[in-house]
């Protein structure tokens, strides 16, 4: 009844049509015929912005499909309907509700059966569960669509407010000479961070890490492929006290050095830091452990995965591996938009780089780049100028880095310059 009642509706008002389009899909409809009658419905709409009866029976005829739906007397029913609009929300409600519990009933028996399966493995299981899920769960969740006159007053309005409070608008780094150009870490970004192996990729990385704990105090995830986490929380507790890694994992503290500790860890502890260095993870698996956090939190600040070239695509095992990372690329920006955070990914050059004279990376260099260039909205790369290697001051082995800013597709390219310390395995602006 409450789906001959929507139908009705749309036959007698365009503006309800418009409501109903926002908010329930063609499968939401539990019987065929009236899946075919709203598809119509929508089709005719897109085309003549307008619906009647006469409209939608001439259609039907012209597309054979009268007798699909159970003939003109099913036309006759649905505009003999006396529908009372103000309980038009809570129809809409009972719809999205049963065809809700039809996925889930759905899910059940095809979870079961594969739970005989033997040679499926658990993991697997467990996993395109989670996905499931969270997509049943953000099926109804459509974006508004917003005429040129709302847009353009919210814009106005955030203007204005960032000239009286000037604020970045995205996430700020912590380094000032890359945020100037990107505006800080946009949410739903896809942030490539590549480099040849020793050049500092995982330094880089936990340095922002660091600043956008101690600026935003938001959660920070960082999925770790290669390091333990022993292997990271050593290296931040280095970054952080200045005292190197050597002297931190051979014991040779002096007093002073457990002062800083004692200080330092005390501040750790309160950070909503989350390290999970799980080898071969999987992208259903990262967006599983996403989901928990951000269920706890609400909003997550920042999440490392380090790195790219070691993650696995389960559903992708028969593909290339250049296919396989086109997919787990594809897959980490639909992560970012769908809970609406920037993702950094590191990610390796190939050897290209180092046959040619001029070893300035650019874009093509990903390893294996497949569509890593394509989906990443902005890609920064580390080089070590070997003709500026005069920079380099030995006693301290603070190195100077380029950080390229190869791809922005919201802003300019450039090149920018860092300091990179060996010792402390720490990035600082110059």
Request: charged share 25%; net charge positive.
């Amino acid at each position: 009844m409450a789906e001959k009642i929507i139908l009705s509706s749309m036959l007698i008002s365009n503006e309800v049509i418009e409501i109903v389009f926002k908010n329930l899909t063609i499968d939401a409809f539990y019987f065929k015929n009236h899946q075919e009658i709203f598809k119509s419905i929508l089709v005719l709409y897109k085309k003549n912005g307008i619906v009647d009866i006469i409209m939608l029976t001439n259609f039907l005829q012209e597309k054979g499909k009268i007798a699909e739906i159970g003939g003109i007397k099913v036309l006759v029913e649905l505009i003999n309907q006396i529908p009372n609009l103000i309980y038009l929300d809570e129809y809409i409600r009972l719809i999205k509700d049963k065809f809700l519990r039809r996925s889930l009933i759905k899910l059940a028996y095809r979870l079961l059966n594969s739970s005989y399966i033997t040679n499926i493995s658990l993991e697997k299981i467990l996993n395109d569960l989670d996905h499931e899920i969270f997509n049943l769960t953000n099926t109804f969740q459509f974006k508004k669509l917003s005429s040129s006159t709302e847009l353009i007053y919210n814009v106005f309005l955030e203007l204005k407010q960032n000239s009286i409070n000037p604020n970045l608008p995205g996430l700020a780094s912590g380094f000032y000479s890359l945020d100037s150009f990107t505006q800080g870490f946009q949410d739903s970004d896809l942030i490539i961070i590549a480099g040849r192996p020793s050049i500092g990729k995982t330094a880089f990385s936990l340095s922002i890490a660091l600043n956008v704990l101690k600026s935003s105090k938001l959660p920070v995830l960082i999925f770790s492929l290669e390091m333990s986490k022993k292997q990271i929380i050593y290296r931040l507790l280095s970054m952080e006290t200045n005292i190197s890694q050597l002297r931190l994992r051979s014991g040779k503290l002096y007093k002073t050095d457990w002062i800083k500790l004692n200080k330092i860890i005390k501040i750790f502890s309160k950070l909503p830091l989350f390290i999970d260095d799980t080898s071969n993870l999987s992208i259903y698996e990262i967006r599983s452990r996403i989901k928990t956090i951000n269920s706890r939190y609400q909003k997550i600040g920042l999440v490392i995965i380090d790195y790219l070239q070691l993650m696995q695509n389960i559903q992708a095992k028969n593909e290339n591996r250049v296919q396989e990372l086109s997919q787990i690329t594809r897959s980490l920006k639909n992560l970012a938009n769908d809970f609406d955070i920037p993702v950094i990914a590191l990610s390796q050059l190939s050897r290209n780089v180092e046959v040619r004279t001029d070893k300035k990376p650019i874009l093509s260099d990903l390893r294996e780049s497949g569509s890593i260039e394509q989906d990443a909205d902005l890609v920064l790369m580390l080089y070590q100028n070997e003709k500026n290697l005069s920079n380099t001051i030995s006693s301290d082995c603070i190195k100077i880095i380029n950080l390229i800013i190869a791809k922005q597709r919201n802003g300019p390219t450039g090149n920018i310059k860092i300091k990179f310390d060996q010792i402390r395995t720490k990035y600082f602006d110059i």
